[in-house]
């Protein structure tokens, strides 16, 4: 048994499992793709199934594409925040932002899009990355009154990590189920780092099997 029960509204939150970060796509996360039938299992055992979106302008600022004489990989300096450039990715209305096609859809009550302002990046679903300008992903979980965000989705080591910890600071009891999740790993080492981080936080971690055995 773990504790949640059933007083609780649990959320499973799709972190940003988009076409440009599966196998073939622009920003492709190693294995990305083993996370969607995972996440369509999941999808029945939760009160409210949401998603968010990366949803960059095509002259959006973290692609290195909008910087002379830089590289993907590199990190610049954007509004006083540290910026790793980005190859195009996850643009507006082309195929590469659009929701995997084997992801179960019919479940999700709302997307929410972010890092819409060419000016500022978002890697969290809740936030822009100056924490700043809000989605409405956290007014939108506390109206519908829920307590336990479960978190699955791409890339642990950027959205999946900056959402599960933004989750915390709202006060949500956020919890992230590791298989379904993969990460970028520019550096060896970044996923395990992001995933302690979390744990720190107070974000607690959970196989799916671990959910769907008490089911
Ligand atoms: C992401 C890098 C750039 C992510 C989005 O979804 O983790 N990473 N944009
Ligand atoms: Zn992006």
Known sequence: MND??????????????????LPGGALAVDRGDEVIPIANQLQPYFHLVVATQDFHPADHNSFASQHKGQCVGDV??????????????????EVGSALASDLNQA???????????????????????????????GDYLLSKQVTDV????????????ATALDSRRLGFRTWLIEDGCRGVDLKPGDCKAAIQEMEDAGVRTISSRQWLDDK
């Open 4 to 21: 949640v029960d059933a007083m609780n509204c649990t959320a499973l939150l799709l972190v940003d499992l988009q076409n440009d970060f």
């Open 107 to 137: 479940s999700i009550a709302q997307v929410f899009p972010k890092g819409t302002d060419k000016r500022i990046d978002s890697y969290s679903g809740f936030f822009d990355n100056g924490g700043l300008h809000s989605t409405g992903l």
């Open 76 to 93: 610049i300096e954007m509004n006083g925040h540290p910026q790793v450039l980005w190859p195009d990715h996850c643009v507006q209305n």
């Open 150 to 161: 479960f978190i699955v989705g791409l890339a642990t080591d950027y959205c999946v990590r």
